[in-house]
C-alpha cells in the first residue's frame, strides 16, 4: 500500500465533523459542535485550553489545506498526535430548500460577507451544501466545517432537516444531540421527528 493510500484511508475513516455558530437576539455568538466523532474523541470545544479543535479562515480550499498541514506538523513538532486536532474551516452560507432563493438573499444583502473576503463561503441548498462539506472532507482539506450564517433570516432548519442528514445518511457523520438545543434555541417551528433521532 502506498502512502498516499495510507493517508486517503486515515481521512476517510475520521468522522466528519459539522459545527454551526450562530447569534442570538443577545449576547455573544453561540457555537455547538453538531455532529460526534469516534468513541474515543472528546467533545470539540474551540475554547479548551487542550487544543483539541482549531478553526481557520482561508480565501480559498488550498489554502485551507496548507493551514490543516501546517497545524497538524506543529502538533507533530510538539509531541502530540495529528489526528488529536480537528480542523475545521470556517465556511459562511446561505442556503434556502431553492437556490434561485438563496442566490436572491445573498444579493439583497449585496454579497457582503460577516468575516470578510477571506472567508470561504457557499449559496444555495442544504443539499448541495452537504456535497461541498463532503467533498472538503474527503480530499483532505479540512477535518470538518464551522457553517456561519451570513444572512438573515437564517433557518437552522435547513441544516438539520436537509444538510445533516444527508451526510449521516452517506456514513459521513453522526448528528449529535445537541441538535435538540440548538433549534430550541434558534429553531422556527417544530418540524420532522427525526430531528429528535
Known amino acids: 500500500m502506498s502512502d498516499t493510500d495510507s493517508t486517503y484511508r486515515d481521512r476517510t475513516r475520521r468522522l466528519l465533523r459539522v459545527a454551526v455558530e450562530l447569534s442570538g437576539h443577545s449576547g455573544p455568538d453561540y457555537w455547538a459542535d453538531l455532529t460526534v466523532g469516534s468513541p474515543d474523541d472528546p467533545p470539540l470545544d474551540p475554547a479548551t485550553p487542550s487544543g483539541n479543535v482549531s478553526r481557520v479562515r482561508a480565501a480559498d480550499l488550498r489554502e485551507t489545506a496548507k493551514i490543516r498541514d501546517r ?35 445573498h444579493a439583497r444583502t449585496d454579497g457582503i460577507a460577516r468575516r470578510g473576503p477571506s472567508t470561504l463561503s457557499y449559496v444555495g441548498t442544504p443539499q448541495g451544501l452537504a456535497s461541498l462539506i463532503a467533498d472538503i472532507h474527503s480530499v483532505g482539506v479540512a477535518d470538518g466545517v464551522t457553517l456561519i450564517p451570513s444572512t438573515a433570516p437564517f433557518t437552522v432548519e435547513h441544516l438539520v432537516d436537509g444538510t445533516l442528514p444527508w451526510l449521516e445518511a452517506r456514513g459521513l457523520l453522526t448528528v449529535s444531540p445537541t441538535v435538540v ?16 433521532s
Open 71 to 105: 497545524i497538524r506538523t506543529e502538533a507533530v513538532a510538539e509531541g502530540r498526535d495529528p489526528d488529536a486536532v480537528t480542523v475545521l474551516v470556517d465556511l459562511e452560507v446561505v442556503v434556502d430548500p431553492d437556490a434561485r432563493a438563496a442566490r436572491i438573499r
Open 181 to 196: 438545543e440548538v433549534l430550541r434555541r434558534f429553531g422556527e417551528g417544530v418540524g420532522p421527528a427525526a430531528r429528535a
